[in-house]
């Protein structure tokens, strides 16, 4: 089988990514794979050596086109036998939006996660959607890093978020419930590794600063020059930078608004670390809620979106819902987590890299790449 996949997959951030692993995963399972980039904002020269074979490949004679793009840049065609989308959507619906119409001009719509399913299935979008998680290279788990070196937090737990900084990913939500919850004589740290396109680390860092004291006046436990200082880092750093601090911190906290997945969140869990997530999306597909080990979905209810930093003027709207995770709920799973590594350190770590390990096994390229191939040859 020849398949053509479109994507994002030269920028920054995670969606490149993801198509990035998909792309890989199918190769993994034998199928020949044409890509051609689509550039939104800026390329990254870096890029897989495997992915530079498939751009360079002929497209005459594919099969197949994936399209992993935003859903206004779809095209309809004829010209295979199967044109899929592969769309990443964060809130309860998308059927006010444009892109609900986008995706109907395809003959199959791909989603990572059951309940972006759901919603598409349950607002009537007439054709057939599958479920077709995110790949992840497993072999970067199991490397060697050179440690990273973040000052202030050595000797302590290590509570942490790495992502936008943007509404939907709620920090307000991560930052307050750190600081309701723990004093700032425990031995306990909160880390922000944050990044926002086209804005300088001094820029940034100065807005995530305001943020974070708007949250402690408010909270009033303390004058917010009292309060446990966070750890920041705003500057670019690479992945395997990334990867070693995945390696030193604990517990990853992403009470977002909403995932299509979360690669940082599938990313902690490898790493050894427990992701505290909103119960919604993406992590819910590999979050065992059974088991503490590979982490917590955090409860909650769907209020009106109220974002002022959406990507589009369309999208995020008081139209839309999205997740709003229990605080109680979330301070209490952090704690949990805190005490449990207090009380065996080396049994917390073993039992949640075992669980960790063992869960993202399911998502390794060849497993993946087989789920689809095995869509991709349904009739």
Not at 328 to 339: L, S, V
Not at 342 to 367: I, Q, R, T, W
Request: charged share 25%.
């Amino acid at each position: 089988m020849k398949v053509l996949y479109i994507a994002h997959y030269r920028e920054f951030g995670g969606w490149s990514q993801a198509a990035v692993d998909q792309m890989l995963a199918l190769d993994s399972v034998g199928v020949d794979v044409v890509c051609r980039n689509i550039t939104l904002t800026s390329d990254k020269e870096k890029i897989h050596p495997k992915i530079k074979e498939f751009e360079a490949k002929d497209s005459s004679g594919c099969d197949v086109c994936i399209q992993h793009v935003l859903p206004h840049h779809l095209v309809g065609t004829d010209q295979f036998k199967k044109n899929i989308a592969f769309l990443e959507a964060e809130s309860f619906s998308i059927k006010s939006l444009p892109w609900f119409s986008h995706l109907q001009m395809m003959d199959q719509v791909w989603v990572a996660n059951q309940d972006l399913k759901d919603s598409l299935d349950r607002d009537q979008l007439g054709i057939p959607v599958k479920v077709v998680h995110h790949a992840t290279d497993i072999k970067k788990y199991k490397k060697s890093y050179r440690q990273i070196n973040v000052a202030d937090i050595q000797n302590t737990f290590k509570f942490y978020y790495a992502g936008d900084l943007n509404d939907r990913k709620n920090i307000e939500c991560i930052s307050t419930c750190f600081h309701s919850e723990f004093d700032k004589s425990e031995d306990v740290s909160l880390l922000l590794k944050v990044n926002k396109f086209g804005m300088d680390p001094q820029s940034l860092h100065q807005i995530l600063d305001n943020l974070l004291r708007e949250t402690k006046t408010k909270l009033r436990v303390d004058n917010p020059d009292n309060y446990k200082k966070e750890a920041v880092i705003t500057v670019q750093i690479s992945d395997e930078e990334m990867y070693s601090l995945h390696k030193l911190c604990d517990c990853f906290l992403l009470p977002s608004h909403g995932e299509a997945w979360s690669i940082p969140s599938l990313d902690a869990m490898g790493f050894g670390n427990t992701p505290v997530c909103s119960n919604f999306g993406g992590p819910k597909e590999f979050i065992d809620k059974d088991n503490k080990n590979t982490g917590t979905l955090i409860d909650g209810v769907f209020s009106c979106c109220k974002c002022s930093d959406s990507a589009f003027p369309d999208m995020f709207t008081g139209r839309e819902y999205w997740f709003q995770p229990c605080e109680k709920q979330m301070r209490e799973t952090m704690r949990y987590y805190y005490e449990s590594y207090k009380k065996d350190p080396v049994a917390h770590k073993k039992n949640s890299l075992e669980a960790g390990l063992a869960m993202v096994e399911k998502f390794s390229y060849k497993n993946i790449g087989e789920g689809m191939l095995e869509v991709l040859n349904e009739s």
